[in-house]
């Protein structure tokens, strides 16, 4: 079983970081497809960006400000946020797929089996 715990979520002020974690435990990170969506209130949960095999993609507001980092060695994802907008505030989910997931198709929420609880993110103008 694939148990995914997220942490590192805030309130900052616009233009501020943060950095998320996501641990895994129960398989190797290696093996999965990894993503980050995030949901805020009264919208659907949307894809932030994906890591699977040796491929990264990000959705078109975050390319540039943030980076997905994989530790093996913790079997930990990390997404570093920087330059935050309040339009970045939400809901931040880790999501791991049970096997690969074509690259158009990593974006999308169906695909991902398993999901941590989520981690709060505020930006503040």
């Known amino acids: 079983q694939v148990h995914l715990a997220e942490s590192g979520g805030g309130s900052v002020q616009a233009g501020g970081s943060l950095k998320l974690s996501c641990r895994v435990s129960?398989?190797?990170?290696?093996?999965?497809?990894l993503a980050w969506f995030r949901q805020a209130p009264g919208m659907e949960r949307e894809g932030v960006a994906n890591?699977?095999?040796?491929?990264?993609s990000y959705t078109e507001s975050v390319k540039g400000r943030f980076t997905l980092f994989r530790d093996e060695n913790e079997n930990t994802l990390y997404l570093q946020m920087n330059r935050l907008k309040p339009e970045d505030t939400g809901m931040y989910y880790c999501?791991?797929?049970?096997?690969?997931?074509?690259?158009?198709?990593?974006?999308?929420?169906?695909?991902?089996?398993?999901w941590g609880q989520g981690t709060q993110v505020t930006v503040s103008a």
């Open positions: 890591f699977c095999g040796i491929t990264e």
């Open positions: 999501a791991a797929s049970g096997g690969f997931i074509p690259s158009a198709n990593r974006a999308q929420k169906g695909n991902y089996f398993y």
């Open positions: 129960g398989y190797g990170i290696g093996g999965l497809c």
